[in-house]
């Protein structure tokens, strides 16, 4: 690519469901929203896959789109890149690795797409018509937009066919159509599943460890990753070390004890799996517990030692595990108990000098060791993350989920922890549904929500499904605009007194 003055490329995760050109529609809007003409004026725009992706590099279709804005002189390039940077809406979209690209490795991509140019008109000219009627507003400088300085949370939960992450990147585009200036702050909701350390790194703006760690096949080293959040607490997914069908849960471990090395104080697990392949001996083991089967020999840390396991020791477990608070946020359905686990756990027991309670399954054994707590609150979640002080400031509370049923609204679920603490915080809240059903009156029982249903049924098609979300949430935020338009219409004005009459008025009221 021949590169004129200077350029900035972005990388997006692309949704797979959406073409490129019309995943480029959306991330142009999104852009434009953020910055304004001086910043953007006479700028050059190109999208297409990202050449940088592994996928693309394989010659198979890549799930990252870069977009490069290129033309700009150097101070103009720097406010585009601390623009886009600084929009937690924006960031999203991007990708977690390195998702900038610079100058010098702009020179080596080939094939993008030309959109076309921003005129001084705010228009963009030329291209192939993906971004026809969009324009930059023409104002330069001290534009207002609508929504600049509201602060608005995007909190969903999983949809059948979205997740929340997905659904907050569509609320993201129809929040902005209709309140350009508006703050948008995500918090993607994840009880401990897939998903759990991602979803907390976005919502409290915490930064991902990369950590190399046993395989759960015990057949190598593997990339996981877990959170820091705050710089004192530790976010981990038991998802990132083991995966069904693995026999150890060894890789989990260590990445507790770099969190622990670390120096960390509070930790935080998220338990998807009841067993972990084997109960949680590769666990207990990563942290400094050995197991010996009767003839005094050491054991590996895997499903087939369970049935062995004699006695355990626990004079070597890292020091710091009775000196941090752990929090243990249990996702899983229950399990069939696996061979052995009985063993492991009167073993464990008698080493810890602590019974352990076996129904959590491995959840019970991470509490075991670190004397932490256990629970399937999601309101614990909340108050380990200190969800009130992420939601200061805040003007609403986008929310939803599939079907607001008496399950959706029981206490301890997600939806009913955020609408009760919202509620007490006086925030207003507003839904998306695909199904209204009896939770609707425990929901009102709470505070005075606004709810805008999707009407997606099974025989739908994903597409379908996604075209009718999009039109809910675009329908939702301009009824929210349509009030706040009402309030400022028809709320009279009172007349602008001058300082020294308004003094002379007060005194007379005296």
């Known amino acids: 690519m021949k590169i004129t003055r200077f350029a900035l490329g972005i990388r997006f995760a692309a949704m797979a469901e959406q073409p490129h050109k019309e995943f480029a529609r959306k991330i142009f809007e999104g852009i434009f929203s953020v910055l304004t003409l001086s910043e953007l004026e006479d700028l050059t725009l190109y999208g297409g896959a990202d050449p940088f992706s592994p996928a693309n590099a394989e010659g198979e279709e890549s799930d990252v789109y870069l977009v490069v804005l290129m033309g700009g002189k150097l101070k103009q390039m720097r406010k585009v890149y601390h623009a886009i940077a600084d929009d937690a809406a924006l960031d999203m979209y991007m990708v977690h690795n390195r998702p900038f690209v610079e100058n010098n490795r702009l020179y080596k991509v080939e094939g993008l797409d030309y959109f076309g140019q921003v005129r001084p008109n705010g228009r963009i000219e030329g291209g192939d018509g993906t971004l026809d009627g969009l324009s930059v507003p023409k104002k330069r400088g001290r534009r207002k937009p609508v929504g600049k300085g509201i602060r608005v949370m995007l909190a969903p939960a999983d949809y059948e066919r979205l997740t929340s992450t997905d659904a907050i990147k569509r609320m993201t585009v129809a929040a902005r159509r209709h309140f350009q200036g508006v703050k948008l702050a995500p918090f ?6 897939e998903g759990f350390g991602a979803s907390i790194v976005t919502a409290t703006g915490g930064a991902a460890r990369k950590i190399a760690v046993t ?3 015990l057949d190598g080293r593997r990339d996981a990753y877990y959170g820091v959040v705050s710089g004192r607490t530790a976010v981990i997914e038991t998802a990132q070390g083991f995966s069904a069908g693995g026999i150890s849960s060894i890789g989990v471990g260590e990445m507790l004890r770099r969190a622990l090395d670390e120096g960390l104080k509070n930790i935080i697990i998220g338990v998807h799996d009841a067993q972990m392949g084997d109960g949680g001996m590769g666990f207990a083991r990563a942290l400094g517990v050995r197991f010996f089967d009767k003839d005094g020999t050491e054991l590996d840390a895997s499903r087939d030692a369970l049935p062995l396991i004699e006695r355990a020791e626990a004079d070597y477990i890292h020091p710091r ?9 249990d996702a899983s359905s229950p399990a069939d108990a696996i061979a052995g686990i009985d063993r492991l756990n009167a073993a464990l ?4 000098g602590r019974e ?6 491995f959840a019970g054994i991470v509490c075991a060791l670190s004397g932490g707590r256990y629970s399937r609150d999601y309101d614990d979640l909340l108050e380990a993350i200190n969800f009130n002080k992420l939601a200061r400031n805040t003007a609403l509370v986008a929310t939803g989920c599939s079907a607001l049923d008496t399950e959706a ?11 009760k603490r919202c509620a007490a915080l006086k925030i207003p809240v507003a839904m998306v549904v695909n199904q209204i059903g009896d939770g609707a009156a425990e929901l009102y029982s709470i505070t005075n929500a606004g709810i805008m249903t999707i009407g997606s049924s099974a025989a739908d098609t994903p597409e379908e499904t996604v075209r009718k979300f999009d039109s809910a949430a675009d329908r939702m935020f301009r009824f929210i605009r349509m009030g706040r338009d009402v309030e400022k219409i ?15 008025i007060d005194s007379w009221k005296k």
């Open 188 to 193: 993607p909701i994840n009880d401990g599943g």
């Open 215 to 217: 395989s759960c096949m």
């Open 321 to 329: 595990m009775g000196e941090v608070k752990l929090l243990c946020i």
């Open 349 to 352: 027991s008698a080493a810890l």
């Open 356 to 361: 352990i309670d076996p129904s959590p399954g």
């Open 409 to 419: 609204m029981q206490p301890g679920r997600p939806m009913y922890c955020i609408v």
């Open 490 to 504: 028809g709320a009279p004005k009172q007349p602008k007194l001058k300082p020294w009459l308004t003094l002379l």
